[in-house]
């Protein structure tokens, strides 16, 4: 039996299916940024908040309604996403006219709110939330929980389907045109303030699904959300902003890296993303798939 | 509306004037009131001080004390510039609470400089009675030194002999890794590997699969809080305990568990210096605290924040002064201590707050009545045996014999 540098093959097929697994999360949640950012070019610092009321919000509809899990998958983003859609027509509309800036400090100062309510009424250490898929499969080098393996091929399909959806159909040629030209595309009878109040609800709506996906695998806290998304905010900056393909293959990519840190340095493992952060901003600093403008 | 005021301004008056001047006490609960430690300390503690001051009769020993409080962010940054803020501008004579053992290493030294008093209850190292000891600090409620020697020590006797440890990469996680091991090693244990996982790590599949590999049959967990919660619930999932792996907490709260939900806590075994549920005087305690605090039921932490602000206001009547910090604790360690939640017991010279501390176990779902009815009580560790022998600390406070 070989060794790879100390670590069994075993091991270290364990870790990168681990890594591949929360790369899923990653992908999810930079996706739902990526298309934010590129269509309504606002820097969504709301997603994280919007990922943890996923998560709430499945947490309620167990609690008070008696809704399981697989009704929350659907339900919850969908309420999420109603509730981003308020937010973008009351508030965010008035702001694209400005700089960037704007919509990241109305953005930011959001999630503080929605997390400081969340806080208020569920206190910070988070509320229990159990797992729909209890067991697992014994792969010989490692055991996966069948929810795990539901998560990675869950998100995959999201993935991929909205990456078709916006470059492959002609609903996705309307909302690209509309970034480019938003004047023109209106001449052309299209009503673009609809389409992007939509955009924004399907971004957020991919933010709640992730924080659905997570409830039954982390804990629901109002910081969660917090935490995680600096992350990966830098997982867009590494793939490029706004770009839909790098969103997703730069998410597993730097799961499984950041996976392998566990095994080989465990204590930087919360820092290696943003050092690839950095070099790829040194060396491509319109990010690994973005295109300078 | 004056009149109502000069009524107020002459009753207050009165009240002082009774028999002696009245001696201004100001006390600053520091804390988490908005992270991962804000359950088990936060706005509770702040009650809990406050409450400790209205159930001494402060006002009528002569006392007048004010309570304020502050959220430190978990930055050892932050904790001591308002320890310094506090202890420069505002007047604070005390400080207590502080959990997050990197902060309340920093405000023990900022205090001790000041010459004021640090009472800690949250925090854990055992360096704050150890080689951080000064003589401004009184460390209340547990340590990891306690935590180890309760929980590590029941686990090793019933053969959980070799052990593998998840730790949070700072000063608790450390000592408390350093506190277990030394009591796994001296009961005939041994470790079969460890690794550091840096602070609020939201993923420990990783980690618990590494843990798997070892072999060990025990999984210590040195970390606290949501970490301690995320590894739990993901090592349900990940069938470590179906796989004859055991979970040992090591620092498990009250919010914790009840966080967790019991179907996942069940069977935990954790070591605790206080629970709602054990005397008459600590269920009164616990209902007055959920009447006025949502519901929800004190933990170890705020219990001790009202034994030792109880503690504290009493030598500081002894002296008539809140001054001269050092003067006060050298009084806490003069006069025993008694009160209604943590009874009879002592300040040692070294800073530490000696007595009993209780091994537990998580109930079954079936066993337990209601929301915050968890523990069951497994065994009493006498308050001699529950900490460190002063001698082992490396205080430089104590005279080596």
């Known amino acids: 039996m070989f060794e790879l540098l100390g670590i069994p093959p075993q091991a270290l097929f364990g870790q990168l299916l681990l890594g591949l697994i929360n790369g899923a999360f990653y992908a999810m949640l930079s996706l739902g940024l990526a298309v934010i950012f590129g269509l309504l070019n606002v820097i969504n610092f709301t997603h994280g908040a919007q990922y943890m009321m996923g998560a709430f919000g499945a947490w309620m509809l167990l609690n008070y309604a008696g809704i399981p899990f697989w009704g929350a998958l659907v339900l919850s983003p969908i309420i999420v996403a109603a509730i981003g859609m308020v937010i973008e027509r009351t508030l965010l509309k008035r702001l694209y006219h400005l700089d960037h800036l704007y919509g990241l400090l109305l953005t930011f100062g959001l999630a503080l709110i929605l997390e400081g309510l969340f806080r208020r009424q569920y206190g910070s250490s988070g509320l229990p939330y159990n797992n729909p898929l209890p067991g697992g499969t014994n792969l010989g080098f490692m055991f996966l929980p069948n929810y795990r393996a539901f998560v990675v091929v869950a998100s995959l399909v999201v993935c991929i389907a909205t990456w078709y959806v916006i470059e492959r159909t002609k609903l996705g040629s309307y909302l690209r045109a509309?970034?480019?030209?938003?004047?023109?595309?209106?001449?052309?009878?299209?009503?673009v303030p609809r389409m992007i109040t939509l955009t924004y609800g399907f971004g957020v709506g991919l933010a709640a699904l992730a924080g659905v996906l997570a409830a039954p695998a982390y804990q629901v806290s109002p910081t969660m959300g917090s935490n995680l998304i600096?992350?990966?905010?830098?997982?867009?900056?590494?793939?490029?902003?706004?770009?839909?393909?790098?969103?997703?293959?730069?998410?597993?990519?730097?799961?499984?890296?950041?996976?392998?840190?566990?095994v080989f340095y465990p204590e930087a493992s919360s820092t290696v993303i943003f050092v690839i952060m950095a070099i790829v901003l040194m060396v491509k600093p319109a990010g690994l798939f973005g295109t300078a403008k | 509306m004056r009149l109502a005021a000069i009524f107020l301004a002459a009753s207050s008056l009165m009240g002082a004037g009774a028999a002696y001047a009245q001696v201004p006490v100001k006390i600053g609960v520091l804390n988490d009131q908005s992270g991962l430690y804000a359950d088990l300390g936060g706005q509770g503690s702040v009650w809990a001080a406050k409450k400790a001051v209205e159930d001494f009769g402060a006002a009528a020993k002569g006392l007048k004390v004010e309570v304020i409080f502050a959220d430190h962010q978990n930055k050892a940054d932050v904790g001591t510039s308002v320890a310094r803020q506090w202890y420069d501008v505002d007047g604070v004579d005390a400080i207590f609470d502080t959990p997050n053992s990197g902060v309340a290493?920093?405000?023990?030294?900022?205090?001790?400089?000041?010459?004021?008093?640090?009472?800690?209850?949250?925090?854990?190292?055992?360096?704050?009675?150890?080689?951080?000891?000064?003589?401004?600090?009184?460390?209340?409620?547990y340590d990891t030194w306690a935590l180890a020697?309760?929980?590590?020590?029941?686990?090793?006797?019933?053969?959980?002999?070799?052990?593998?440890?998840?730790?949070?990469?700072?000063?608790?996680?450390?000592?408390?890794?350093?506190?277990?091991?030394?009591?796994?090693?001296?009961?005939?244990?041994k470790v079969a590997g460890k690794v550091r996982v840096p602070l609020n790590n939201a993923d420990f599949s990783s980690f618990l699969l590494q843990a798997q590999s070892s072999k060990a049959k025990i999984i210590g967990l040195a970390n606290a809080g949501g970490d301690t919660i995320n590894s739990i619930k993901q090592a349900a999932e990940y069938g470590i305990v179906e796989g004859g792996q055991k979970l040992a907490g090591l620092l498990?709260?009250?919010?914790?568990v009840h966080s967790l939900g019991l179907k996942v806590a069940q069977g935990l075994n954790l070591t605790s210096a206080w629970y709602w549920d054990m005397t008459d005087a600590n269920r009164k305690f616990a209902d007055a605290f959920a009447a006025a605090n949502g519901g929800k039921r004190p933990t170890m932490v705020q219990a001790g924040v009202y034994s030792g602000v109880t503690h504290y206001l009493k030598a500081v009547e002894a002296l008539k002064s809140a001054k001269d910090g050092a003067a006060v604790v050298a009084e806490m360690k003069k006069i025993p201590t008694d009160d209604p939640l943590f009874g009879k017991g002592e300040v040692r010279a070294d800073g530490r707050h000696i007595h009993p501390m209780f091994?537990?176990?998580?109930?079954?779902?079936?066993?337990?009545?209601g929301p915050y009815d968890y523990y069951t009580l497994k065994a009493t560790i006498p308050a001699n045996e529950a900490f460190r022998p002063i001698g082992e600390g490396d205080c430089p406070l104590v005279k080596k014999g």
């Open chain 2, 359 to 369: 091994l537990f176990e998580v109930k079954k779902p079936s066993e337990s009545k």
């Open chain 2, 252 to 256: 498990i709260f009250l919010t914790d």
């Open chain 1, 230 to 262: 600096i992350v990966v905010f830098a997982v867009v900056v590494i793939g490029g902003m706004g770009s839909i393909m790098g969103a997703i293959v730069t998410g597993f990519g730097l799961g499984i890296v950041e996976g392998l840190t566990k």
């Open chain 2, 149 to 189: 020697n309760g929980t590590g020590k029941a686990i090793v006797k019933t053969g959980g002999d070799t052990w593998f440890f998840l730790t949070a990469d700072y000063a608790f996680g450390h000592a408390l890794e350093r506190d277990t091991e030394a009591v796994v090693l001296a009961n005939g244990g």
């Open chain 1, 178 to 191: 509309a970034t480019e030209r938003p004047d023109l595309v209106q001449a052309f009878g299209i009503d």
């Open chain 2, 105 to 141: 290493l920093a405000v023990s030294g900022v205090t001790k400089e000041k010459n004021k008093v640090f009472i800690n209850s949250g925090a854990a190292s055992s360096d704050l009675t150890g080689k951080a000891c000064t003589p401004n600090t009184v460390h209340w409620t």
